[in-house]
């Protein structure tokens, strides 16, 4: 999910909700019996964590910490959606940790690409040589939206039929097309 002048995001509040229920992978599989079902589990974990990965979303709401070199980089949050910006620290040329008070930024929080900028009239604090800006964001779907669902499914789909990297046996066969996957996805991208 790293943008240039970003690093990896981490997650400080974890979420509480799924992107996908048991039982919509389960219809999705056609699977009516539960001896899978912590298999299935872990599929809709590992199919969410891909899209997260790939696209740049955060699927299911969490509070994330980000971090970047400069306040320039803040004109475009590498993830999406972003629902509120919870605080923004900085150190100070006389390395004492800084909160941004709220009233000096803007939070731009519509649709998928989020950006702090700063209010007329204000200026970004100095920071001290080498130090990063931490951005605390709560992110992530209200509800998943139908596509992204469907896109998972996919993932669930071919991991479930397909368990092992190589398929050996009489015929040969390759795993199905990912430009499904990548269609369903293509409103939904970030990492674009």
């Known amino acids: 999910m790293s943008r240039m002048g970003w690093s990896e995001p981490v997650i400080i509040a974890p ?3 799924e992107a996908l229920s048991l039982e919509t992978a389960k219809e999705q599989l056609t699977v009516d019996f539960d001896d ?3 298999f299935i589990q872990r599929l809709i974990a590992t199919a969410c964590d891909h899209v997260e990965q ?3 979303l955060v699927v299911t ?3 994330i910490k980000l971090h970047c070199h400069s306040f320039g980089d803040l004109q475009r949050l590498p993830v999406g959606p972003v629902k509120e910006v919870v605080a923004v620290r900085y150190v ?3 390395a004492i940790d800084g909160t941004l008070d709220p009233s000096t930024y803007e939070a731009r929080l519509e649709g998928l690409r989020a950006s702090i900028v700063i209010r007329p009239g204000k200026r970004w604090p100095a920071i001290q040589s080498g130090s990063r800006i931490a951005v605390d964001v709560v992110a992530g779907f209200d509800e998943v939206p139908a596509a992204v669902c469907q896109a998972m499914l996919l993932l669930i789909g071919t991991w479930y039929r397909n368990r ?5 046996g009489t015929i040969t066969a390759e795993l199905p097309d990912s430009s499904g996957f ?3 996805l293509s409103n939904y991208r970030l990492n674009a």
């Open 15 to 17: 979420s509480n909700g």
């Open 36 to 38: 899978d079902d912590s």
């Open 54 to 56: 790939v696209a740049g």
């Open 61 to 63: 709401q969490k509070t």
């Open 92 to 94: 100070g040329p006389d």
């Open 164 to 168: 092992e990297q190589v398929i050996t």
């Open 182 to 184: 990548w269609s369903l």
